[in-house]
């Protein structure tokens, strides 16, 4: 097993470069890149530069910089400042042997390390994502074995339109909801409308900070959970359902094993095993990629918001340095996922199969 350890974790090295690479790429050749963001702020604090230009005809035909009576020496100075004046060979080598001691750089518009850009931000997309991860496997889990055991009952056939309801409701819409029953909207005002904690939570008795805490993070997390049910209870009900029907099942009744120990003696252990191995995507998507209109919705400030704020300005060191450790944490998780399964499951070995 240990064997097999260091080889999934070599392996991340390729495939950490070959997401990185192919991102640089597509980086590279997408237009409005940061120097166009910059001068276009540029020429949006002097407009009258550009006009100056125009009037005096000092522009060059197919230069869409020197149309805009962009100055080349500032050019030239923006793209030393943003290291855009060596190879793209030489720049993404440079992350490389910069990632490699988790040196993540500077924002180029906001003149902070992204280190503690995502370190600052992590908080609430951990809060965010955990509670949702939290709330959906304890009901998820549970409903699903129901469901599997009522197979075909009323109890089965109303619980499954329900979260199939729940599934067809994005989750921003079911934000919208939520604030505007909830949140002061039209009708209730019971739960804060922005961020995790109130202005006076410095003031607040422990328990106090608790009751703040999950006063602010209760809509958000039942907005980010209501498109996860569905499919966790669907997939825990059917692989029980599957597990069941199988001759070990038949042969341990048969034997007048209880029922409780049939079901988690020996069909939970079997039927855990797909949802386990779903569990790694599902945290990563909980965590960062779907949070996003959540966390603007709720006005939450976290990793999806800072991915797709950078994205938009074309902040290349933090859409890198973003990428880089969601793409390790996926392969980190993934890895521990399989240590799960064989933790689950002792006739699992990855070593031998491989060997």
């Known amino acids: 097993?240990?064997?097999?350890?260091?080889?999934?974790?070599?392996l991340m090295i390729p495939t950490l470069l070959g997401i990185l690479l192919l991102n640089f790429i597509i980086v590279q050749v997408a237009p409005g890149g940061p120097i166009d963001q910059m001068l276009a702020r540029f020429e949006g604090m002097d407009s009258n530069a550009s006009t100056r230009l125009e009037s005096s005809g000092e522009t060059s035909g197919g230069d869409t910089r020197n149309a805009r009576g962009i100055d080349p020496r500032l050019e030239a100075q923006l793209e030393k400042q943003f290291g855009f004046d060596k190879p793209p060979v030489e720049?993404?080598?440079?992350?490389?042997a910069d990632y490699a001691t988790f040196d993540l750089g500077d924002s180029f518009f906001r003149g902070r390390p992204v280190i503690d850009l995502i370190v600052e931000r992590l908080p609430v997309s951990i809060s965010l994502g955990l509670?949702?991860?939290?709330?959906?496997?304890?009901?998820?889990?549970?409903?699903?074995?129901?469901?599997?055991?009522?197979?075909?009952?009323?109890?089965?056939?109303?619980?499954?339109?329900?979260?199939?309801?729940?599934?067809?409701?994005?989750?921003?819409?079911?934000?919208?909801?939520?604030?505007?029953?909830?949140?002061?909207?039209?009708?209730?005002?019971?739960?804060?409308?922005?961020g995790l904690t109130s202005p006076d939570f410095a003031d607040l008795s422990w328990w106090g900070k608790i009751q703040d805490y999950f006063w602010h993070i209760a809509l958000p997390v039942l907005?980010?959970?209501?498109?996860?049910?569905?499919?966790?209870?669907m997939l825990t009900k059917n692989s029980f359902l599957d597990e069941i029907h199988k001759q070990?099942?038949?042969?341990?009744?048969?034997?007048?094993?209880?029922?409780?120990?049939?079901?988690?003696?020996?069909?939970?252990?079997?039927?855990?095993?797909?949802?386990?191995?779903?569990?790694?995507?599902?945290?990563?998507?909980?965590?960062?990629?779907?949070?996003?209109?959540?966390?603007?919705i709720f006005s939450l400030d976290g990793l999806g918001l800072?991915?797709?704020?950078?994205?938009?300005?074309?902040?290349?060191?933090?859409?890198?340095?973003?990428?880089?450790l969601y793409t390790l944490i996926?392969?980190?998780l993934?890895?521990?996922?399989?240590?799960?399964y064989v933790w689950v499951d002792p006739r699992i070995d990855f070593a031998t199969r491989e060997a």
Request: aromatic share 14%.
């Open 1 to 10: 097993m240990a064997n097999y350890i260091l080889r999934r974790l070599l």
């Open 91 to 96: 720049r993404f080598v440079g992350m490389l």
């Open 131 to 194: 509670w949702t991860t939290l709330l959906v496997y304890s009901i998820s889990i549970p409903l699903g074995i129901r469901k599997a055991l009522r197979h075909g009952s009323r109890f089965d056939v109303w619980t499954s339109g329900l979260i199939i309801v729940g599934y067809a409701v994005p989750g921003f819409l079911f934000a919208i909801f939520l604030i505007v029953v909830f949140a002061g909207g039209s009708y209730l005002d019971w739960f804060p409308l922005r």
């Open 223 to 233: 907005a980010s959970a209501i498109g996860s049910f569905a499919t966790l209870t």
């Open 248 to 296: 070990y099942v038949l042969t341990a009744r048969a034997k007048g094993a209880g029922e409780g120990r049939v079901l988690y003696g020996h069909v939970f252990r079997n039927a855990m095993l797909i949802i386990i191995a779903g569990l790694p995507s599902a945290l990563v998507g909980i965590f960062f990629t779907g949070s996003l209109l959540i966390e603007v």
């Open 306 to 324: 800072l991915g797709f704020e950078a994205v938009m300005q074309r902040d290349y060191p933090v859409i890198f340095g973003t990428l880089y």
């Open 330 to 332: 996926g392969l980190v």
């Open 334 to 340: 993934k890895l521990i996922s399989d240590l799960t």
